[in-house]
T-cell receptor
Framework: DAKTTQPPSMDCAEGRAANLPCNHSTISGNEYVYWYRQIHSQGPQYIIHGLKNNETNEMASLIITEDRKSSTLILPHATLRDTAVYYCIVRGIIQGAQKLVFGQGTRLTINP | GAVVSQHPSRVICKSGTSVKIECRSLDFQATTMFWYRQFPKQSLMLMATSNEGSKATYEQGVEKDKFLINHASLTLSTLTVTSAHPEDSSFYIC???????????FGQGTRLTVV
C-alpha cells in the first residue's frame, strides 16, 4: 500500500479556508486518494475522494497535483465543528478486498 | 452517505467473559466489512477484513481465535472478543465497503472496557 505523510497538527481561524496537505509519492496509477475525518470518540466520516482530477462536494474540495504525488484537502469556510483528525488515505488492494489503512492524520483545530 | 450502524456503543464486561459487537449496513449491501481497533490518542489499526460467506482475513499480530469475526449476511458482521482481558479495552470500529465504488463507511464505534 502506498503510504501517506501528513503534518501532525494544524490550526485555522473560524471562517477561513483550511488547507490540509498530504504527500503520497509512492502512489500507483490505479490508487485513489481518500479523505476521512474523525471527531473525538466517533467513527471516521467520509469526506471526499479522487483519482487525478480535482473534486468538489458539499463538504470540501480535493486538489491533486498533476504527478499525483501530493494532494490538498480544502475546507472553504472552516467552522468550530470542523475540529477533528483528518486522514489522507491511499486505497490499497489485497486479494480483491480494498482495505483502508490509516496513518496518523492531521489534528486540525479551528479557533474562534 | 450510506449508513453503518454499530451496536453497542459502549460495553463494560468482566475479565474472562466474551463480548459481541454487531456491525450493520442499513441501506446497502456490503460484501466486505473491516474491523479496526483504536487506542487513546492513536490512529485506527486494521484488525481484519471480513467477506460475506467466507473466513475473515486477519492482519499480522491479530489473534483470530481471540477476535472471532462472522459475516453471515450482506448486511451484518459481528466481532466477538473472547475471554476478554483489561488490555483488550479499546475503541472498536467497523466499516462497510460500498461494492463497486470502493469507499467505505464507518460505524460510530464501540467503547469496550474490561474490568
Amino acid at each position: 500500500d502506498a503510504k501517506t505523510t501528513q503534518p501532525p497538527s494544524m490550526d485555522c481561524a473560524e471562517g477561513r479556508a483550511a488547507n490540509l496537505p498530504c504527500n503520497h509519492s509512492t502512489i500507483s496509477g490505479n490508487e485513489y486518494v481518500y479523505w476521512y475525518r474523525q471527531i473525538h470518540s466517533q467513527g471516521p466520516q467520509y469526506i471526499i475522494h479522487g483519482l487525478k482530477n480535482n473534486e468538489t462536494n458539499e463538504m470540501a474540495s480535493l486538489i491533486i497535483t498533476e504527478d499525483r504525488k501530493s494532494s490538498t484537502l480544502i475546507l472553504p469556510h472552516a467552522t468550530l465543528r470542523d475540529t477533528a483528525v483528518y486522514y489522507c488515505i491511499v486505497r490499497g488492494i489485497i486479494q480483491g478486498a480494498q482495505k483502508l489503512v490509516f496513518g496518523q492524520g492531521t489534528r486540525l483545530t479551528i479557533n474562534p | 452517505g450510506a449508513v453503518v450502524s454499530q451496536h453497542p456503543s459502549r460495553v463494560i464486561c468482566k475479565s474472562g467473559t466474551s463480548v459481541k459487537i454487531e456491525c450493520r449496513s442499513l441501506d446497502f449491501q456490503a460484501t466486505t466489512m473491516f474491523w479496526y481497533r483504536q487506542f487513546p490518542k492513536q490512529s485506527l489499526m486494521l484488525m481484519a477484513t471480513s467477506n460475506e460467506g467466507s473466513k475473515a482475513t486477519y492482519e499480522q499480530g491479530v489473534e483470530k481465535d481471540k477476535f472471532l469475526i462472522n459475516h453471515a449476511s450482506l448486511t451484518l458482521s459481528t466481532l466477538t472478543v473472547t475471554s476478554a482481558h483489561p488490555e483488550d479495552s479499546s475503541f472498536y470500529i467497523c466499516s462497510a465497503r460500498l461494492t463497486g465504488i470502493g469507499m467505505a463507511f464507518f460505524g460510530q464505534g464501540t467503547r469496550l472496557t474490561v474490568v
